[in-house]
């Protein structure tokens, strides 16, 4: 049987949420405030796309949230894909004030969870594939609540304007993880490598909560054994530090 499913607005933004096996969707009174990890999809498309992943999130323990990224989904940009077909400079500067736009709405997000009972504030991760992972990396500085985070095939380049300057203050302690593809011609993963080694001196006191791991032969588009083994990666981490 898989987990129960709820469509709803979190504030007054779209969200999937798949709960534990056994959590009670009851009234507010009867709930228990669950670990919880929120989930960004790719660009173009969806939170109904990763479903599967969702779920397995929560047959793991997690209370799984699948969020709209703005212009997508039940907010859907007008014309997006002529507006993601045109000049590669001017897509490019789209695409990262929707990245930005999504990355200030996680504190809102947070709290409606909270205030509804649903979530540890203690304990919220934060996970997303390609634009999501994108988001993943700026989510950390925008709300300090984050305690994991898992980036796939995303950049730190696109999650804010100042690249990774401040890089050590913004991340650390949360527990991150980045997984990207080595033969990754969308999103190459030189910036994620890159924050990854600016990174290593504020994470020596807990060297455990920082970790790069590359697939090797894959492309942005990855095999389904390949996408499988970088989910079950992604579900270990959260698991492991956010509970």
Same mark, same amino acid.
């Given at each position: 049987?898989?987990?129960?499913?709820?469509?709803?607005?979190?504030?007054? &933004?779209?969200?999937?949420?798949?709960?534990?096996?056994?959590?009670?969707?009851?009234?507010?009174?009867?709930?228990?405030?669950?670990?919880?990890?929120?989930?960004?999809?790719?660009?173009?498309?969806?939170?109904?796309?990763?479903?599967?992943?969702?779920?397995?999130?929560?047959?793991?323990? &997690?209370?799984?949230?699948?969020?709209?990224?703005?212009?997508?989904? =039940?907010?859907?940009?007008?014309?997006?894909?002529?507006?993601?077909?045109?000049?590669?400079?001017?897509?490019?500067?789209?695409?990262?004030?929707?990245?930005? =736009?999504?990355?200030?709405? &996680?504190?809102?997000?947070?709290?409606?969870?909270?205030? #509804?009972?649903?979530?540890?504030?203690?304990?919220?991760?934060?996970?997303?594939?390609?634009?999501?992972?994108?988001?993943?990396?700026?989510?950390?500085?925008?709300? #300090?609540?984050?305690?994991?985070?898992?980036?796939?095939?995303?950049?730190?380049?696109?999650?804010?304007?100042?690249?990774?300057?401040?890089?050590?203050?913004?991340?650390?302690?949360?527990?991150?993880?980045?997984?990207?593809?080595?033969?990754?011609?969308?999103?190459?993963?030189?910036?994620?490598?890159?924050?990854? =080694?600016? &990174?290593?001196?504020?994470?020596?006191?807990?060297?455990?909560?920082?970790?790069?791991?590359?697939?090797?032969?894959?492309?942005?588009?990855?095999?389904?054994?390949?996408?499988?083994?970088?989910?079950? =990666?992604?579900?270990?981490?959260?698991?492991?530090?956010?509970?």
């Amino acid at each position: 049987m898989p987990a129960p499913v709820e469509r709803c607005l979190l504030g007054e &933004l779209p969200a999937l949420i798949v709960r534990p096996r056994g959590a009670d969707a009851g009234a507010p009174s009867k709930r228990r405030a669950l670990p919880t990890v929120l989930w960004f999809h790719g660009l173009g498309a969806d939170k109904e796309v990763h479903l599967p992943e969702l779920q397995l999130f929560a047959d793991a323990g &997690l209370l799984a949230i699948g969020v709209d990224a703005a212009g997508h989904g =039940q907010r859907p940009l007008p014309d997006f894909q002529r507006l993601f077909s045109g000049v590669a400079d001017a897509s490019g500067a789209l695409f990262k004030t929707l990245v930005g =736009q999504t990355i200030s709405e &996680l504190p809102v997000l947070i709290d409606a969870l909270v205030d #509804r009972g649903l979530s540890d504030p203690q304990h919220i991760g934060v996970a997303g594939v390609s634009m999501g992972g994108c988001i993943v990396y700026g989510a950390i500085a925008a709300d #300090r609540r984050v305690r994991a985070a898992v980036a796939l095939l995303g950049s730190p380049a696109c999650s804010c304007s100042d690249g990774a300057e401040q890089a050590p203050a913004r991340f650390f302690p949360t527990a991150l993880l980045s997984i990207t593809a080595d033969d990754d011609q969308v999103v190459p993963p030189a910036a994620a490598q890159a924050l990854h =080694q600016q &990174l290593l001196h504020a994470y020596a006191s807990q060297p455990e909560r920082l970790a790069y791991r590359v697939i090797p032969g894959a492309a942005h588009c990855m095999r389904p054994e390949q996408w499988a083994g970088a989910v079950a =990666q992604t579900s270990a981490w959260l698991v492991r530090f956010v509970p």
